[in-house]
Nanobody
Framework: QVHVVESGGALVQPGGSLRLSCAASAHIIVNYHVVWYRQALGGQRELVAVVRNGGMTDYADSVKGRFTISRDNAENKVYLQMNSLKSEDTGVYFC????????????????WGRGTQVTVST
């Protein structure tokens, strides 16, 4: 069962912009923490931005001031607006939705999408 679906990846020139979307059920979008990760070819998956279910946001230092994460409850989506893109932003971007329901480490709903490719190149 697919819980989250990413879209919006594309080839874009350096300095350009893209907006990624993470679509999920209304229950997930409203109640879960939603995180964008990215993974470059041959690299490790890294956190890009998070919007918590209370609304607080946080960003990796490498994207602060350039990327904005937002939640649209009416559209059941979380967006990642990416501006001033650099070649090092290239990678597969994944949406992750999670919610802890207990104190044990395994007491967590944790859903991943399949990713969307972002390529920043001339």
């Amino acid at each position: 069962q697919v819980h989250v679906v990413e879209s919006g990846g594309a080839l874009v020139q350096p300095g350009g912009s893209l907006r990624l979307s993470c679509a999920a059920s209304a229950h997930i979008i409203v109640n879960y923490h939603v995180v964008w990760y990215r993974q470059a070819l041959g690299g490790q998956r890294e956190l890009v931005a998070v919007v918590r279910n209370g609304g607080m946001t946080d960003y990796a230092d490498s994207v602060k001031g350039r990327f904005t994460i937002s939640r649209d409850n009416a559209e059941n989506k979380v967006y990642l607006q990416m501006n001033s893109l650099k070649s090092e932003d290239t990678g597969v971007y994944f949406c992750n939705a999670r919610l802890r329901f207990g104190t044990n480490p395994q007491d967590e709903y944790n859903y991943w999408g399949r990713g969307t490719q972002v390529t920043v190149s001339t």
